[in-house]
């Protein structure tokens, strides 16, 4: 009989043990593996804050992401972390107490990017085993600088900046330090033949070609190793699909090498698109089919990443004998508190990445973190925003919001958890708004946990009641005489064309136009049929799987160089194109719609004004969309009635303010939330540490270059 004073087995419990990684020891299994989260140490205490919240919700390792051991690795404008100086240090620091304060461990990834970065700022040349460039075909990553090869001074050089990077991360209160050997950068260039030719001992076979990785480890070891867990970071995508001599693929040689050497091998793919796909196309665990023989080859703690959410999947991946701690990336921004929802039982409430990769676009446009599902990641200090906790509003208020997509939800979930009286309306029979529909596309079903995990909350709360098939009006606003109203009502795809000055110009009056919403609306074209994008984001694309799946016959065409252009940004971009050819869809990129009659469609290029025609019945439009804003603009001539009726204020959130990707409908939701009330409240601006005067002699390196 179980005694009754003990907690009850839970099979979760396997996630909470501690694990052993070197001289230091992880509180559980939950590892927030190194990401990019955009914030340079020119923002340390949005960092700092960023990253507490995760130890805060249970997580028991947190890293940062790169971070540059010397100025000869700089991807300015990328946003990178440094550990260059004095001034890093102390940015560092505010990290790694935060992150003590809950009992975590911090760890750092110190890293040199070789010849994938284009030392844009620093001038310096990028520096590589044996000068070979990556010659990106996207303009954010293309240089006109090409690395040069090192010689062994240089070798000897990058494990003293590696070996000096390590001691500052320990001043800087580091539990784990790492050695990077992945996606390009490198230490990986040393381990892959393509970009080693070296004829001395640090090329040709596979024991030499490990030895530069080999050396970093063992310096960061002498230089920290009684202290400090040393990890070794390492992609094993490409090293897995070349063949070994002794074992079925180099990577199980390059693992079998250093086996012993580093206190734990955080283990991933090559390329972001395939290391951080997006659920569009790749589901959860998608790594290991590549990582899955490490640990039959090492003793050593294994660490991996695959979008992990469920807690079953993690506990099978650590009973199986795949990962022994649990990496999240992802998974920890869209959830800070993942760690402690599974261990208090709460598994409805874990906020389920979506798999979007939002996030990342935020890395590629050089600011702080966004995620679509939690409006407050990096608004943790700038907004002083939890992002479990709200806070409860001084006075409760009546709150109306009318229409229930991502915005309409999350205000209705943050003025609840706030104790406001909340009733939310939607036309519709479901809630979801625009997700009802595109939950329905290819690839986009994960993108629900959006409702579900808001739904999912609104149903427990007993101060908020939500009414489907309700359309409201002026007058039912009025008759209502809430003290506030929200309008969430979301936008409408317009069949706005495209022109040369590239801006939504003219229209095509044809019964044989669509739109988007009409597609949702069950209206599909029949016979040939265009999709004409120039909205850029999914939408084009998936629109167009849709209708090929539906047998329809359809090509793609767009004024920008690739089909669904942005999701460059997103890391979908490949997998875009790689979806609409395998359903047979033509692809012309570089056009324009000039004329569209039913039969034919003119496209004209965009540069030349070169004309030709398609064969096509159908001409859908992803274009413009316009706010939904008929209802506001109504109220607005109704200000009388709206006063008498004692609403004290209407205000327009998500698409119906503007429109966007759901990320920006949700924050705006959440902000419209939190300031209800209470007026704008502004946010903080962080600021660099300069405690020290930065000297020359303090970079590793200036005065050589
Ligand atoms: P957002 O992304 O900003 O949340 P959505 O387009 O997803 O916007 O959702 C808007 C929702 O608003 C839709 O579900 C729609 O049915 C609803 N809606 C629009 N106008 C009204 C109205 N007048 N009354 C009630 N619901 C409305
Ligand atoms: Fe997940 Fe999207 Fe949030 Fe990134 S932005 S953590 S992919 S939900």
């Known amino acids: 009989m179980m005694n009754m004073m003990t907690k009850p087995e839970s099979r979760y419990d396997v996630l909470f043990e501690p694990v052993k990684i070197g001289p230091v020891t992880a509180p559980n299994r939950f ?74 461990l911090a760890g750092v990834e110190l890293w040199h990017g070789g010849a994938s970065v284009m030392n844009r700022s620093s001038r310096v040349a990028p520096i590589s085993p044996s000068g070979i460039p990556w010659m990106a075909t996207h303009v954010g990553f293309m240089g006109n600088l090409r690395p040069r090869s090192m010689d062994r001074q240089d070798i000897k050089d990058v494990l003293r900046w590696q070996a000096e990077g390590a001691r500052k991360a320990r001043t800087a209160g580091f539990d784990i330090v790492y050695v990077y050997a992945g996606m390009g950068y490198l230490g990986y260039e040393f381990l892959l033949p393509e970009y080693n030719h070296r004829i001395d001992e640090y090329g040709g076979s596979i024991a030499n070609r490990v030895r530069f990785v080999r050396e970093m480890i063992e310096v960061t070891k002498d230089a920290v190793g009684e202290h400090c867990g040393v990890a070794l970071r390492i992609s094993l995508e490409e090293l897995r699909a070349k063949l070994g001599t002794h ?70 991946q650590i009973r199986r004998g795949v990962l022994d701690l649990i990496g ?248 875009v194109h790689r979806a609409l050819t395998r359903r047979n869809v033509t692809v012309t990129t570089l056009q324009t719609v000039s004329a569209f009659d039913g039969e034919t469609v003119t496209l004209s290029q965009i540069f030349t004004g070169e004309k030709q025609t398609v064969q096509c019945r159908n001409l859908v439009i992803v274009g413009l969309r316009m706010p939904n804003d008929d209802l506001f603009n109504a109220l607005e001539l109704r200000t009388g009635e709206i006063d008498a009726a004692g609403i004290k204020s209407v205000r327009r959130i998500g698409d119906a303010l503007a429109p966007g990707a759901i990320a920006h409908a949700v924050h705006n939701g959440h902000l419209a939330a939190r300031e209800l009330g209470l007026g704008p409240l502004g946010f903080r601006r962080d600021a660099p540490i300069v405690e020290f005067e930065p000297a020359f002699t303090s970079v590793a390196g200036l005065l050589e270059a």
């Not at 890093?88 to 975590?104: E, P, Q, Y």
């Not at 040689?253 to 050497?261: A, K």
């Open 328 to 575: 999240g990336a992802r998974p920890s921004i869209a959830d800070p508190f993942l760690p402690n929802k599974i261990r208090e039982g709460r598994i409805d409430e874990i906020r389920e990445c979506i798999g979007c990769n939002i996030c990342i676009s935020s890395w590629h446009d050089g600011v702080p973190v966004r995620c679509t599902q939690n409006p407050t990641a990096g608004e943790e200090w700038r907004r002083g925003w939890h992002p479990e906790n709200a806070g409860k509003a001084d006075k409760p208020e009546r709150v109306l919001i009318v229409g229930g997509g991502p915005a309409g939800l999350e205000a209705a979930l943050t003025l609840g958890r706030r104790g406001h009286e909340v009733t939310l309306a939607d036309s519709r029979a479901s809630f979801g708004g625009r997700l009802t529909f595109e939950k329905t596309l290819p690839g986009l079903a994960a993108w629900n946990r959006v409702v579900d995990y808001r739904l999912g909350r609104l149903n427990e709360m007993t101060n908020v009641s939500m009414y489907l098939e309700s359309t409201l009006g002026v007058d039912e606003i009025v008759d209502l005489a809430p003290d506030h109203v929200l309008l969430a009502t979301g936008s409408r795809w317009t069949n706005m064309l495209y022109s040369p000055m590239e801006i939504p110009v003219g229209r095509v009056e044809h019964p044989n136009v669509f739109t988007p919403d009409d597609i949702a609306a069950g209206r599909l074209p029949e016979g040939p049929t265009l999709v004409f994008d120039f909205d850029n984001y999914y939408m084009g694309g998936v629109i167009t799987e849709h209708l090929a799946a539906l047998g329809i016959p359809v090509s793609y065409a767009t004024p920008a160089g690739q089909a669904s252009a942005w999701t460059l940004m997103t890391n979908e971009l490949p997998l």
């Open 31 to 104: 590892y927030q593996v190194p990401h990019a989260s955009g914030m340079t140490n020119a923002l340390p205490r949005v960092r700092a804050a960023f990253r507490e919240a995760k130890a805060e919700g249970g997580w028991g390792v947190i890293c940062t992401g790169a971070c540059s051991i010397d100025l000869s690795s700089d991807d300015a404008p990328l946003p990178m972390a440094t550990m260059w100086d004095d001034n890093d240090i102390k940015a560092h620091a505010l990290m790694t107490d935060a992150v003590h304060k809950h009992g975590s």
């Open 247 to 316: 074992h079925p693929s180099e990577a199980h040689e390059v693992i079998e090498l250093l086996s012993d050497v580093p206190d734990l091998f955080d283990v991933k793919m090559d390329s972001s698109p395939t290391d951080c796909s997006a659920s569009r196309f790749t589901g959860e665990g998608s790594h290991e089919p590549v990582i899955d023989f490490v640990k039959s080859l090492t003793s050593k703690p294994v660490v991996g990443v695959g979008r992990f959410t469920s807690p079953d999947t993690m506990v099978s």
